[in-house]
């Protein structure tokens, strides 16, 4: 993640505001990098676009994998850019240890919307560790607001982790379903459920429509069983066709009266105030974690220590302790 | 979490390898305690008890809510007992941030089991979050080995996030199935399909007896689709029911298999170094947010700065590099 030919600060901060694209991929990477050298730039960066940000509704979008999250993303995305809107696309990938996820990793995938000069799609980085990812997502939705984006979508896979990092970046949290599902589905994404602000039945299409219909009616009725929300809010279950384009101007303006709900009731603001609180307590693990991993002394204690915490012959509640104590500093030399 | 009337450490050490269920209880207690004083006799409770903990098969059971997780530990785990093992079971609980689970927590479950004197139930404390769950959820497992417990059940609920703490803590994951699901539960369970190794379809009895060999001869070709396991398994697919006693037996003769193939191949003892470096990892975590967020300077700190972090006009990524900057000692004082 070597940021090669990096820019001046004036350059990132000037370029982004004026809506470079090319200029706010670069900053996307420079802020994602984790070289300090790379990092002390892209901390100067935020803080220059901090006052231009927050001004999009954001929104994830979360699914099981065929569900049909491209294309709904796409087919929503266009709409909206025809509306006049500025649309930015990131992705969260779980990336997980045993399999590497493709979330818009494939190049071939939004074609349609990715050639359009009022959307940006910005693909996840490979192999990385699902702390940073989210941790840096949020930071690159900030560039995408600052850079005029005034509709961001985040989309992410249906593993549970990424879905609750996701649901603590963005106002509006959409879950895509399939119709022909049964109880047993319910129950497996009743966490999914619980975090959603609307359901939306893709593929509902050709012979799929009934089934879409009965399936819409089923959801609509498991949804009285879970508590109402803090925000007075009871998720709406809507049926779409990504690929004939109906049912998506229903589900903006779903969006968009959500929006207005929250601004008067006051939670919209309380929302994105309890996440930048999280965001911030993300951001010092973060740190955190980089840092003493990257330092001499614990280095060298961890090479003492590795061999026979690998046994089982030394504690880890106690090693962990000495090592949290010299990093930050009650111990001092190590014999 | 106040541990009252602390016992002394030999107390703690002595009771525990006594197998005194009452205090190794109580070593739980004290090992998922916050109180640094608890800490300190915490970890000499561990260094005491480490040379007597390793000795048991270690198995993780999960499924999606409904799929009679508790019914299968209490009949596999009396199958055990029966069989001259000495049977702990365990909880980790995700405790999402909407909905409080009740895994282990209802007192009537797992009646039959509890009340036999070859096995031991501990609940999963309630309100905790996943990390501290998690990290002391194997400093109980250990507690539990040295005090004569040879296998270790830990139920988990499907929402991945515990899933995936749980397989870093077992030597078996096993996930408990229903016979009736299509191809987009195989979707959902994808990532946790990827990290069984085995997969049993519970219920399998009664008129579910048919739907159950299918759905166990779909399974298993399904599972052709995955990549083969670095240790040589193939996840085998079992039917069982837990009400009428059926193909438990199948299951522990699968596990024991298991332990053989792989002490000889030499993942057994891989895997548990492996998770001992991840646990260590953990327990540092873990530790760090306790102090971090107990530390003065930085409680002043975050006084000053939240305001204006919630209102979104300090930027989280700068006060985030400050206040870690405080706390390891790099900014001694602020003005």
């Known amino acids: 993640m070597l940021t090669k030919n990096r820019l001046s600060l004036t350059e990132y901060v000037k370029g982004v505001l004026d809506g470079d694209r090319m200029i706010l991929s670069r900053a996307i990477t420079l802020v994602e990098s984790s070289l300090p050298s790379d ?14 940000s927050g001004k999009s509704i954001r929104i994830g979008v979360t699914g099981v994998p065929g569900v049909g999250k491209s294309t709904f993303i796409e087919s929503f995305g266009k709409i909206l850019v025809e509306k006049g809107h500025k649309v930015a696309v990131l992705a969260v990938d779980p990336s997980s240890q045993q399999s590497h996820g493709s979330i818009l990793g494939d190049k071939t995938r939004m074609e349609n919307l990715a050639s359009d000069k009022r959307a940006y ?17 949020r ?8 850079a005029g984006f005034d509709v961001i979508l985040i989309e992410t896979v249906g593993v549970g982790q990424s879905e609750i990092a996701v649901k603590g970046m963005v106002d509006f949290f959409l879950l895509l379903m399939l119709a022909g599902a049964g109880d047993e589905l319910q129950g497996i994404k009743k966490g999914i459920i619980e975090i959603s602000d609307a359901m939306v039945i893709n593929k509902a299409d050709g012979s799929n429509q009934e089934a879409a219909k009965n399936a819409r009616r089923e959801y609509a009725n498991a949804l009285h069983l879970f508590p109402a929300k803090e925000n ?10 990504s690929i004939y384009q109906t049912g998506l101007e229903e589900i903006w303006e779903m969006v968009v009266t959500y929006k207005q709900k929250m601004l008067v009731n006051g939670y919209w603001e309380d929302n994105r105030s309890r996440q930048r609180i999280s965001w911030l307590h993300e951001n010092i693990r973060y740190l955190f974690e980089q840092r003493f991993f990257q330092n001499e002394k614990i280095k060298n204690r961890m ?21 949290v104590d010299i990093f930050t500093g009650q111990i001092k030399d190590i014999e």
Chains 1, 2 share one sequence.
Do not use: F
Request: glycine fraction near 10%.
């Open 39 to 52: 990092q002390l730039i892209a901390e100067k960066v935020m803080e220059g676009i901090l006052p231009y």
């Open 139 to 146: 930071e690159g939705m900030l560039l995408c607001e600052a």
């Open 232 to 241: 007075g809010w009871i998720p709406p279950v809507k049926t779409c066709s």
């Open 121 to 137: 799609i910005r693909p996840s980085p490979a192999g990385s560790t699902l702390g940073g990812v989210s941790a840096r997502t």
């Open 303 to 323: 090479d003492q220590i590795l061999p026979e915490i690998r046994l089982g012959k030394l504690s880890v509640m106690a090693k962990a302790k000495e090592l």
